[in-house]
C-alpha cells in the first residue's frame, strides 16, 4: 500500500514530472496498442509490425548522422524514424500488392536493411551512439513534446479506425468478399 501511495504522491508531485510523463505516455501508448494490435493480430502481420518497429533505427541513424556532423543542424531522431517507418510501410505495401514476391521474404529484408543503416549510420556518427537506447527506450525520458506527439498520433489513429472501422473489419477478416463488396482492400492494406 505504501508503494501505491509513494507511486500517486511522485505522479502529482511538480519534483518528478518525469514520472508524470511516463504514466501518460503509458495511457496514451495503451491506446495504440488496443486499435492497432487488434488489426495486427487478426491479420497476422506481427512480422510487419516487428519489421517496421527495427527499420527506423535506419531513420534514426542517418537522422542522427545528419545532425552530428552539421549537415541538417536540429534534425530530431524523431523524425527520421518517422519518416522510415512510413517508407518501411510503403514499401513492404506495395511490393507485397504488385510482385509475386512473398511478403515475409520483403518484411525481412526490410527489418535488415533498415538496421544495418541505422548501425552503418550510427558507427559512422561523430561521438557516442548507443543503438540499443533506441531500439528499446526508456519511458522515464519521455517529454513533454513526445507526449504531444503521442496525442496527435493517438487522434489520427483513433479517428481513422472510427471512420474506416466496417472496411477495416472487412478486410481483416475476409479480403475476398470484401473486395467483391466493393472495399478498396489495397488502399486499407496500405
Aim: glycine share 10%; charged share 10%; hydrophobic share 55%.
Amino acid at each position: 500500500m505504501d508503494n501505491l501511495v509513494g507511486f500517486f504522491g511522485a505522479l502529482a508531485s511538480p519534483d518528478f514530472p518525469f514520472v508524470r510523463n511516463a504514466f501518460f505516455a503509458g495511457l496514451l501508448s495503451s491506446v495504440l496498442f488496443g486499435v492497432l494490435g487488434s488489426v495486427v493480430t487478426v491479420k497476422r502481420i506481427a512480422g510487419l509490425a516487428g519489421a517496421i518497429s527495427h527499420a527506423v533505427l535506419g531513420g534514426i541513424g542517418i537522422a542522427l548522422y545528419l545532425s552530428a556532423t552539421g549537415k541538417v543542424p536540429g534534425l530530431s531522431p524523431m523524425v527520421g524514424a518517422i519518416v522510415f517507418a512510413l517508407l518501411s510501410a510503403l514499401i513492404i505495401g506495395t511490393v507485397s500488392l504488385k510482385s509475386k514476391q512473398r511478403e515475409d521474404t520483403v518484411i525481412q529484408a526490410i527489418w535488415a536493411i533498415g538496421m544495418s543503416i541505422g548501425v552503418l549510420f550510427m558507427a559512422k556518427t561523430p561521438g557516442y551512439t548507443d543503438p540499443s537506447s533506441y531500439l528499446f527506450g526508456n519511458i522515464l525520458l519521455i517529454s513533454s513534446q513526445d507526449l504531444v506527439l503521442l496525442f496527435l498520433l493517438d487522434v489520427v489513429v483513433v479517428f481513422l479506425a472510427w471512420r474506416f472501422y466496417p472496411q477495416i473489419e472487412a478486410s481483416a477478416f475476409d479480403e475476398e468478399f470484401a473486395q467483391v463488396r466493393g472495399i478498396p482492400t489495397r488502399a486499407v492494406f496500405l
